[in-house]
């Protein structure tokens, strides 16, 4: 099955600056006949459930903030949050949907 | 508004068995592949499994951990998800949740299932 590793496994940025979080995926999530890489990004907090920030890798969810953002294509993506603030501290995964759904092992983001 | 409302998690000892449904609404389920996925305490996001649309052929997959002992179904007549648990571990405790793949996925609140003596 298609395996996600993300890095760094945890991150402590000071407030306002950049986060940026990588996920790698050992096939492509690329599909062919609509373009369209499956991978999401999802912010998770303790006793909530994951919240969605981007599908299709860089379409993002109404209501997130526009300091995420999320790109790549066919491998390799990243998560970026532009300037970090306090209520972004959480644990984010990625997922594929190409064949099964299976999730990166979650980067954790702190503040420094 | 889309809702996926999990429900029927619960104390059970090794070994036993145990089910969870997952009422859907707000959207056409028929046409969307359904999962589990579970977080364990202290753990990441496990993807458990799927099924595909009856349009897709209705097939299910599984996680290694979990292949042969649990079993995913779904009543399009009812919107509702189903997850039979069998042969239960204590590796199994987590927040059972049912999601939707649609554009964009959809998530429910979960279930605690306790697997413990």
């Known amino acids: 099955d298609i395996v996600m590793t993300q890095s760094p496994d945890s991150l402590a940025v000071s407030l306002g600056e950049r986060a940026t979080i990588s996920c790698k995926s050992s096939?492509?999530?690329?599909?062919?006949?609509?373009?369209?890489?499956?991978l999401v990004w999802y912010q998770k907090k303790p006793g909530q459930p994951p919240k969605v920030l981007f599908y299709?890798?860089?379409t993002r969810e109404s209501g997130v903030p526009d300091r995420f953002s999320g790109s790549g294509s066919g491998t390799d993506f990243t998560l970026t949050i532009s300037s970090l603030q306090a209520e972004d501290v959480a644990v984010y995964y990625c997922?594929?949907?190409?064949?099964?759904?299976?999730f990166g092992q979650g980067t954790k983001v702190e503040i420094k | 508004e889309v809702q996926l409302v999990e429900s029927g998690g619960g104390l059970v000892e090794p070994g036993g068995s145990l089910s969870l449904s997952c009422a859907a609404s707000?959207?056409?389920?028929?046409?969307?592949?359904m999962n589990w996925v579970r977080q364990a305490p202290g753990k990441g996001l496990e993807w458990v499994g799927h099924?595909?649309?009856?349009?897709?052929?209705?097939?299910?997959d599984y996680a290694a951990p979990v292949k042969g002992r649990f079993t995913i179904s779904r009543d399009d007549s009812k919107n509702t998800l189903y997850l039979q648990m069998n042969s239960l571990k204590t590796d199994d405790t987590a927040i059972y949740y049912c999601?939707?793949?649609?554009?964009?996925?959809?998530w429910g609140q979960g279930t605690l299932v306790t697997v413990s003596s």
């Open positions: 999601t939707a793949t649609t554009a964009p996925p959809q």
């Open positions: 707000g959207f056409t389920f028929s046409n969307a592949w």
């Open positions: 099924i595909a649309t009856e349009t897709d052929g209705g097939t299910t």
């Open positions: 096939q492509s999530l690329l599909h062919s006949s609509s373009n369209r890489n499956y």
């Open positions: 299709w890798a860089s």
């Open positions: 997922q594929q949907y190409y064949t099964t759904g299976t």
